[in-house]
T-cell receptor, first 117, second 111 residues
């Protein structure tokens, strides 16, 4: 079936604007994660959901960042009043099982490259 | 704090064997994963270890020693297409689960 789908693939926005990044996980996957990845670095944890419940948001940098997954499927990461330092690749990943119930690996999407000018 | 260390870059020759090391200092260890990431692409899952020892999967093997906080990924019969970054990730539990990634090892395979 289809993999994890993210949109838009690229987003250029002006400083101060709000952006919404969308993630459509693999059908039936319980857990959904958001990561941010700088060039040449590993993914940095932002937040994750089991079904529609946000389990951990400790990685969100500040209160301009928020995420939701209202029906336990598609998720949206919203950044309000964007700043240049928010420019990065934002990746979504999903896993079939909730963590701790097996070795169900993360499946990553191709990401959204956000550029704040 | 949680820390994962990997070499930044390695170079090897086509047909050779290469070992990529990963050391970690984490609390609440709950499994170690290796991912491959080609330039401009998403990371893809390679292997998983939760118990000590070696897991073999074709040309790729991964080893874990929990007491030493150490893992390695072994790639045999290297091919040009193996040129990529290899990410070590540790899953930890401290009330909730998190996957913490290292910075990755960029492997260049030369003809």
């Amino acid at each position: 079936g289809a993999g994890v789908s993210q949109s838009p693939r690229y987003k250029v926005t002006k400083r101060g604007q709000d952006v919404a990044l969308r993630c459509d996980p693999i059908s039936g996957h319980v857990s959904l994660y958001w990561y941010r990845q700088a060039l040449g670095q590993g993914p940095e944890f932002l937040t994750y959901f089991n079904y529609e419940a946000q389990q951990d948001k400790s990685g969100l940098p500040n209160d301009r960042f928020s995420a939701e997954r209202p029906e336990g499927s598609i998720s949206t990461l919203t950044i309000q009043r964007t700043e240049q330092r928010d420019s990065a690749m934002y990746r979504c990943a999903s896993s079939l099982l909730a963590p701790g119930t097996g070795h169900s690996p993360l499946h990553f999407g191709n990401g959204t490259r956000l550029t704040v000018t | 704090g949680q820390n994962i260390d990997q070499p930044t870059e390695m170079t090897a020759t086509e047909g050779a064997i290469v070992q990529i090391n990963c050391t970690y200092q984490t609390s609440g260890f709950n499994g170690l994963f290796w991912y491959q990431q080609h330039a401009g692409e998403a990371p893809t899952f390679l292997s998983y270890n939760v118990l000590d020892g070696l897991e073999e999967k074709g040309r790729f093997s991964s080893f874990l020693s929990r007491s030493k906080g150490y893992s390695y990924l072994l790639l045999k019969e290297l091919q040009m297409k193996d040129s990529a970054s290899y990410l070590c990730a540790v899953r930890v539990f401290s009330g909730t689960y998190k996957y913490i990634f290292g910075t990755g090892t960029r492997l260049k395979v030369l003809a």
